[in-house]
């Protein structure tokens, strides 16, 4: 369940360092209800410590996920800030992964520089926006140095040995923070190419095929998803993002969060098939007869704990990365690759509901009034979720 932790230690800056960011635009406002003075007195409110990024998915808005802001905000006013990432939306959303991802590193950036008692930070994604936060937290981890002067102003620099700490103070933060959760839904973790992985094409080669083709449709993003932009000798971007690629360190960041979760679509998902987004091989795939009925949750028909063994058994090396030609020997690396990280999986049925044609957006609480009954989805994942 969740665990609470006090701030503590204020007074940390940051820089506006990031490689090559661009595009950005202003980010959701703060929650106004989790205020307070930072005080720990009697009858006065603790100041939120803890940053919540919720990343929307393609041609989806900052508004995607009202619902759950509202509940995050409603449980946890005194430790959590949300941040609805407002900076990838609509037609923008089909600008690629990679240039997403550095508008929301960029965002992120900015809206934590004026906030010193943040301690913590977690992610969460729908749909394509786990692949963006996916991206942004490689630029992000480790790469924030606070306190560094700048070139107008009188402060002198700083000496090696400052450097050195600095750089071991940040260790393993995203941003200058403490990774805490990284939660998607429906994120096509494994691409969109061939293999049943878009529900709606039936798994029909004709289908598939015709669909690869014509991905260029959603330009730059229908790329990255369909795995077609191995370029140059360089294998696709799905498959770079699985190990740390120069100042780029995708594995590293998403290996230092202390949980990771998959909430998938166990049946009616048109746009995201069940595989892609738990991340696993289709043998793996947990049998529809034994999935659990819950009273509280009952739209949760199966959850996954992490197993540390399934993080070891599936020997993994970079030069897997260049030799996957074949959908299949891709999609058999990024299981692999992504497999290092211990997953929590949690399956979702919306089998018997009258909103299961909308599956694909019900698991987040897209829009209230068509997707209502993906509310105990959510509040699974703010009670479980990590302070």
């Not at 003075?37 to 919540?52: A, F, I, K, W, Y």
């Not at 900052?62 to 509940?71: D, I």
């Not at 039936?202 to 191995?230: M, P, Q, V, W």
Request: proline share 4%.
């Amino acid at each position: 369940m969740a665990m609470v932790e006090d701030g503590g230690k204020k007074g940390r800056k940051t820089t506006k360092y990031l490689r090559r960011l661009s595009c950005f635009k202003a980010a959701d406002e703060p929650a106004a209800s989790a205020g307070g003075d930072g005080g720990v007195g009697s009858g006065e409110r603790r100041t939120p410590s803890h940053l919540v990024v919720t990343v929307n998915g393609i041609i989806g808005s900052a508004e995607n996920w009202r619902f759950a802001k509202k509940q995050f905000l409603k449980k946890y006013p005194e430790d959590v800030i949300v941040l609805c990432s407002a900076c990838n939306t609509a037609t923008k959303t089909l600008d690629g992964i990679d240039i997403m991802g550095e508008r929301l590193a960029k965002e992120v950036m900015s809206f934590i520089t004026d906030k010193p008692e943040l301690r913590r930070i977690s992610f969460v994604g729908h749909s394509l926006g786990g692949l963006i936060a996916r991206y942004a937290i490689g630029l992000l981890y480790e790469k924030d140095v606070p306190g560094a002067p700048s070139a107008d102003n009188n402060e002198r620099d700083f000496n090696a040995h400052e450097t050195q700490s600095i750089n071991k103070k940040f260790e393993g933060k995203i941003a200058g923070l403490e990774p805490m959760n990284f939660i998607t839904f429906a994120t096509p973790h494994l691409g969109s190419r061939f293999h049943k992985q878009i529900p709606i094409l039936g798994g029909f080669s004709t289908l598939e095929k015709a669909a690869y083709r014509t991905c260029g449709i959603l330009r730059r993003t229908g790329k990255h998803l369909f795995l077609k932009d191995n370029k140059e000798g360089k294998p696709p971007l799905l498959l770079q993002m699985l190990n740390d690629c120069g100042d780029l360190r995708f594995m590293s960041a998403l290996q230092s969060f202390k949980r990771h979760v998959a909430y998938a679509n166990a049946c009616s998902d048109l746009i995201v098939g069940w595989k892609t987004s738990s991340i696993r091989r289709k043998h793996e795939l947990p049998k529809r007869e034994n999935f659990m009925k819950n009273e509280k949750y009952p739209h949760i028909v199966n959850v996954e704990k992490p197993n540390s063994a399934n993080t070891q058994q599936d020997s993994f090396t970079e030069t897997m990365i260049y030799q996957a030609k074949s959908a299949s020997e891709m999609e058999e690396t990024m299981i692999k690759g992504l497999n290092r990280v211990p997953w929590e999986r949690v399956d979702v049925s919306f089998r018997r509901s009258k909103q299961r044609v909308f599956a694909h957006s019900t698991i987040q609480v897209k829009t209230y009034f068509l997707n209502s009954d993906g509310a105990d989805v959510i509040f699974h994942m703010i009670d479980y979720f990590l302070l």
